[in-house]
Each structure stands twice: as structure tokens, then as C-alpha cells.
């Protein structure tokens, strides 16, 4: 936005039209001695010095485009169709935030409308809401459903699901006095790299909710999910998968497993890294918890003369309804994100999202093999995998990082961060967006590293 100053004239017709003489009358309520503190700021620039100065400090910040990136976890670097930012750039949705009188704005509902439609279809689930914050806000509403839907007060997390959203999932759960259980196996998942489904079923009891699993997993792995499904249902809980959803250009969606609730961090559809956000969650549920479901829904609806239309159709949340008898806090979605991912998917289409993903499928594992083959290199896990995967490294990953980073690559996820057994461990993510050559040159950085 352009800067456009007051002339002198403006200033004084406000001034008298408020009744003050000058700027200094509207200040007369503060001390005299605290109005004019030292701050110790630089002198004043011109608009050119400014401007260079800026240019100067955005210039430290690197961007994708200068770097080789080989980092994930939740967080991924995927190529942005023009037509995206020229859509989500028009005025019309660029400057709304939220439609409190809903239905006057029928340009967002109807997007919202056909976003809930593609992540439906996406998923395979029968309904879908608006959005959510981010993927692990989602997990942990999804995990509130759980226990609204069965009376129960457990949630079991598989210890190979994204610690960031464990954390997130108990911090929503704990004061509502439920017990979140995330180290079932725990070392045992370190080892395989994926959950064993008959040790992690005998976790599942009576007074379980839910259970929680990621597919692929935190380690990029691919888990079990059937004999999970099967186990979680079995005992009378709900399933709820956390999913990549480019992933799912060639990965069964998780209505095949029959699972209750699928979420999902819908960032990779149409939106930049943007430094972490903000993101948007997918929220994805069987019609039978319709009412359970947190946020909004828009609905399609026809009036007295046959014209389409678009409503929210449900709004079960604390703004709308009595505080007892809402089913979430969450006061709204992440509009922009979720056209900007309902556009990504439109123009993309079925194929399209497939030939992403078969990229990076063949990328990912072409590095792994490529890494695998070097000298003290190890590929942790054996375990199919979509475009994540860990590798053992023959020093510390914050070495090999720093190594990395000098030349212009950006290396994997320190796996230390997440437990000291992976001390030496870094998970690597490929995706369409890195050449061979940027591969080639990975492989060649890592090997000069002895």
C-alpha cells in the first residue's frame, strides 16, 4: 500500500472538527516527562535510502530460489501454479477476512463450497469443513471430536506421528481432563521406523477415543494402516489419519481404511513456505459426525424461485451457539489458504496431482539411493516411503548442516531434536521442485564429509 501524508490543511481540519488546536492537545492526558522518551533510533531517511535500506535486509532473508532445500517435517516446498496467485490476488478475496454476514458474500461461500467438495473427494470422507488453523490445530480438534462422539477420555497417539502435533494435541486435551498417550512402543518405533500393529493394539482399552495415526509417518515411512484400522475399530474407537495430501495423488485416501476423521496440513496445495505460515488445516469426517464437526460448513441451498445458492450451513462453534454446547473455540478458518488450495487442486485435477506425486516418489528415492551408497551413509528405515525418508549420518547432523549450508543446500531435519537416539539422524525430504543436479550435488557435499 502506498503512503499517502496529510497536507497541513487536512491535519488542521481534523483537529478543529474534534475540537483540539493541535496534535500535542490530544496527548494532554499523558505525563509531560514520559511523551518524548529517548528510543536510541537512527536518524531519519529519505524514501530512496529507505528503500535501498530494506532491500538491503530482505536480501539476508534467503528464499527457496537460492537454495538447494532438502528440508520437510511437516512443511514442504512444492511448485505454485501462476494461476493461484492471480486468483487468490483479486481484491474481492485478497482484502476479506471472514464473512460474519455469510451470505451476502456468496463469491466466498461458494469457494468455500467447492474447496469442502475437492477435500472431500481427496479423501474419500463425506464431509468436510471450511478449514482449520494448520494441520496439527486439526489433529487436535479432530481428537476433541473423538471423545464428544464416544464419552471416552483417551487418546492414543502413534509415537510415529509429527511430535509437534503430539504437543498440540495434548495441549488441547489436558485441561479438559483427557489422557494422551504418545509413547506406546515408543522404542520400538525408533528402531523399525513404523508402528508394529500388535504391540500398539494391545495399547488400545476400553476407555480409548481415538486413535491417532500419521501416514506417511513422521519418518516418512508407510505405516500399517489397515491392521490399525482394524484394531481401533475392533475396541470401539475412532480412527483418525493424519495424511500428506500430495501424497495422495497415488496413496490410497483414508475413507479406503474406513477411517472416522482425516486431516491433514493443506500448506503443500497451493501455499509458499511463507516462514511457517500461515497454514491452513484439512478437516475431513463420515457424515455421521456432521454436528461433531468443528468451524463452519457452507452448504448449497435454492430459494423460492430455483437459483442456487450458498448458506453456512453450520456454525457449531462458541461465536454462534451457547459456549456449553459448542463443539470448538476456533473462531474461523484460514480463508485465503484454503482458496489457494481449492485453486491449486482445480487446475492441477486428478492427473495432474498424480504426476506431482510419482515426481516425487522417483526423486526421493533416487537420493536415497544415491546417499545410501556413500561411505558410513546408511538408510535407516527399509520401509516404503513417499518422499521422506532418514539417514544415518557419520557425524552430527548440525555438522553436516553447517557444511551444507555453506554451499547453498539446505540438509535434512536433525532427528536429534526429536530424540537423542537419533542424535546422528536427519530426515530428508524430495520433492518436484529439486533437479538431479541439486541431488547430485547433495550427494557429492555429503561424501566430501568424512
Known amino acids: 500500500m502506498n503512503y499517502v501524508p496529510n497536507t497541513d490543511y487536512d491535519?488542521?481540519?481534523?483537529?478543529?472538527?474534534?475540537?483540539?488546536?493541535?496534535?500535542?492537545?490530544?496527548?494532554?492526558?499523558?505525563?509531560?516527562?514520559?511523551?518524548?522518551?529517548?528510543?536510541?533510533?537512527?536518524?531519519?531517511?529519505?524514501?530512496?535510502?529507505?528503500?535501498?535500506?530494506?532491500?538491503?535486509?530482505?536480501?539476508?532473508n534467503g528464499g527457496t530460489h537460492e537454495y538447494a532445500l532438502f528440508l520437510g517435517a511437516g512443511a514442504y516446498n512444492h511448485f505454485v501454479p501462476s494461476i493461484v496467485r492471480h486468483i487468490i490476488g483479486r481484491s474481492e478475496f485478497y482484502t476479506?477476512?471472514?464473512?460474519?454476514?455469510?451470505?451476502?458474500?456468496?463469491?466466498?461461500?461458494?469457494?468455500?463450497?467447492?474447496?469442502?467438495?475437492?477435500?472431500?473427494?481427496?479423501?474419500?470422507?463425506?464431509?468436510?469443513?471450511?478449514?482449520?488453523?494448520?494441520?496439527?490445530?486439526?489433529?487436535?480438534?479432530?481428537?476433541?471430536?473423538?471423545?464428544?462422539?464416544?464419552?471416552?477420555?483417551?487418546?492414543?497417539?502413534?509415537?510415529?506421528?509429527?511430535?509437534?502435533?503430539?504437543?498440540?494435541?495434548?495441549?488441547?486435551c489436558t485441561e479438559l481432563g483427557l489422557t494422551v498417550d504418545g509413547r506406546c512402543d515408543f522404542d520400538g518405533c525408533?528402531?523399525?521406523?513404523?508402528?508394529?500393529?500388535?504391540?500398539?493394539?494391545?495399547?488400545?482399552?476400553?476407555?480409548?477415543?481415538?486413535?491417532?495415526?500419521?501416514?506417511?509417518?513422521?519418518?516418512?515411512?508407510?505405516?500399517?494402516?489397515?491392521s490399525l484400522a482394524r484394531a481401533a475399530h475392533e475396541a470401539g474407537a475412532l480412527l483418525i489419519m493424519i495424511v500428506d495430501p500430495i501424497s495422495l495423488g497415488i496413496l490410497k485416501p483414508p475413507g479406503t481404511y474406513s477411517a472416522d476423521v482425516a486431516v491433514a496440513e493443506g500448506q503443500s496445495l497451493g501455499n509458499t513456505l511463507n516462514f511457517g505460515g500461515p497454514y491452513l488445516g484439512l478437516f475431513a469426517a463420515k457424515q455421521q459426525f456432521l454436528r461433531l464437526v468443528p468451524g463452519r460448513i457452507a452448504g448449497q441451498a435454492y430459494d423460492s424461485e430455483g437459483r442456487r445458492g450458498f448458506v453456512l450451513t453450520l456454525q457449531a462453534r462458541?461465536?454462534?451457539?451457547?459456549?456449553?454446547?459448542?463443539?470448538?473455540?476456533?473462531?474461523?478458518?484460514?480463508?485465503?489458504?484454503?482458496?489457494?488450495?481449492?485453486?491449486?487442486?482445480?487446475?492441477?485435477?486428478?492427473?495432474?496431482?498424480?504426476?506431482?506425486?510419482?515426481?516425487?516418489?522417483?526423486?526421493?528415492?533416487y537420493a536415497a539411493d544415491r546417499i545410501a551408497s556413500l561411505r558410513q551413509y546408511e538408510l535407516v528405515y527399509p520401509h516404503p516411503f513417499f518422499k521422506e525418508f532418514v539417514i544415518?549420518?557419520?557425524?552430527?547432523?548440525?555438522?553436516?548442516?553447517?557444511?551444507?549450508?555453506?554451499?547453498?543446500?539446505?540438509?535434512?531435519?536433525?532427528?536429534?531434536?526429536?530424540?537423542?537416539?537419533?542424535?546422528?539422524?536427519?530426515?530428508?525430504?524430495?520433492?518436484?521442485?529439486?533437479?538431479?543436479?541439486?541431488?547430485d550435488t547433495l550427494v557429492q557435499l555429503l561424501g566430501e564429509l568424512k
Do not use: W
Open 96 to 172: 476479506s477476512y471472514t464473512p460474519y454476514q455469510a451470505e451476502v458474500s456468496q463469491g466466498t461461500l461458494q469457494s468455500i463450497f467447492e474447496f469442502q467438495t475437492l477435500v472431500c473427494q481427496l479423501m474419500d470422507m463425506d464431509v468436510a469443513n471450511a478449514s482449520m488453523y494448520d494441520g496439527a490445530s486439526a489433529a487436535a480438534e479432530a481428537a476433541l471430536l473423538a471423545h464428544h462422539a464416544t464419552r471416552r477420555s483417551k487418546v492414543l497417539v502413534a509415537p510415529t506421528v509429527h511430535p509437534d502435533y503430539l504437543a498440540v494435541i495434548r495441549t488441547y
Open 11 to 60: 491535519r488542521s481540519v481534523m483537529l478543529s472538527r474534534i475540537g483540539v488546536t493541535s496534535v500535542d492537545d490530544l496527548f494532554n492526558d499523558l505525563p509531560a516527562q514520559v511523551r518524548h522518551p529517548t528510543l536510541g533510533i537512527p536518524e531519519p531517511l529519505s524514501e530512496i535510502e529507505l528503500t535501498r535500506l530494506m532491500s538491503e535486509l530482505a536480501h539476508d
Open 318 to 365: 462458541e461465536q454462534h451457539i451457547r459456549r456449553e454446547k459448542a463443539t470448538s473455540n476456533i473462531c474461523t478458518n484460514e480463508a485465503l489458504n484454503a482458496l489457494a488450495a481449492l485453486v491449486y487442486l482445480s487446475s492441477m485435477g486428478r492427473q495432474g496431482l498424480r504426476r506431482v506425486a510419482e515426481i516425487c516418489l522417483q526423486k526421493s528415492h
Open 190 to 226: 525408533l528402531n523399525t521406523g513404523r508402528v508394529d500393529p500388535s504391540i500398539f493394539s494391545k495399547a488400545i482399552a476400553a476407555d480409548t477415543a481415538c486413535v491417532v495415526i500419521q501416514h506417511p509417518n513422521f519418518f516418512g515411512c508407510l505405516e500399517d494402516v489397515e
Open 392 to 439: 544415518r549420518c557419520p557425524r552430527s547432523v548440525a555438522e553436516v548442516n553447517r557444511y551444507l549450508l555453506e554451499h547453498k543446500v539446505i540438509g535434512g531435519y536433525d532427528l536429534g531434536r526429536f530424540d537423542p537416539v537419533l542424535a546422528d539422524c536427519a530426515l530428508f525430504c524430495v520433492t518436484e521442485m529439486n533437479t538431479k543436479d541439486e541431488i
